[in-house]
């Protein structure tokens, strides 16, 4: 199996285990008599979740096995994506401003400036594209030993 088809197993089996969490909360208490109560057997849904858990972890370390000779990388794209994250939030606020509904002014100073915050954030995110494009390839290219098929 290829690791970008790992990784979208990754995906499913943690939504299937969200939505068998879910049924099991849901589930779990019931008024007596309900005509629907049997329908489920939390049980069932439990054995099911601990198998899907289990699946997953095996999963999880294989998919950081293969991702050893790239996990700088991942680690590098996460940090500059933060970076772009946080440089947006950044205010660059800058002038004479009126407060509110007031006649009251306030001068603001930046020491970045919008059009300098966003060269910034123009850089970090081609930097973001080349290591995206790197770890694309090599999750499709990359083969990981993976032969255990998810319960339904």
């Given at each position: 199996?290829k690791l970008q088809k790992a990784l979208k197993l990754r995906k499913s089996l943690a939504g299937d285990i969200t939505r068998l969490k879910t049924q099991i909360a849901n589930k779990n208490s019931y008024?007596?008599?309900?005509?629907?109560?049997?329908?489920?057997?939390?049980?069932?849904?439990?054995?099911?979740?601990?198998?899907?858990?289990?699946?997953?972890?095996?999963?999880?370390?294989?998919?950081?096995?293969?991702?050893?000779?790239?996990?700088?990388?991942?680690?590098?794209?996460?940090?500059?994506?933060?970076?772009?994250?946080?440089?947006?939030?950044?205010?660059?606020?800058?002038?004479?401003?009126?407060?509110?509904?007031?006649?009251?002014?306030?001068?603001?100073?930046?020491?970045?400036?919008?059009?300098?915050?966003?060269?910034?954030?123009?850089?970090?995110?081609?930097?973001?594209?080349?290591?995206?494009?790197?770890?694309?390839?090599?999750?499709?290219?990359?083969?990981?030993?993976?032969?255990?098929?998810?319960?339904?």
């Amino acid at each position: 199996m290829k690791l970008q088809k790992a990784l979208k197993l990754r995906k499913s089996l943690a939504g299937d285990i969200t939505r068998l969490k879910t049924q099991i909360a849901n589930k779990n208490s019931y008024i007596e008599g309900s005509v629907n109560a049997d329908k489920y057997s939390v049980q069932k849904l439990y054995d099911e979740l601990q198998k899907k858990i289990e699946l997953l972890i095996n999963l999880k370390f294989v998919i950081n096995e293969a991702n050893r000779e790239i996990q700088a990388n991942i680690y590098k794209l996460s940090e500059l994506k933060a970076l772009i994250a946080f440089w947006n939030s950044v205010s660059v606020q800058e002038g004479t401003q009126v407060i509110g509904y007031s006649d009251k002014t306030q001068t603001y100073k930046v020491q970045f400036d919008e059009e300098t915050r966003n060269k910034m954030v123009a850089d970090f995110q081609k930097q973001v594209d080349v290591l995206q494009e790197e770890i694309d390839t090599y999750n499709y290219t990359t083969d990981v030993q993976w032969d255990e098929k998810p319960t339904a």
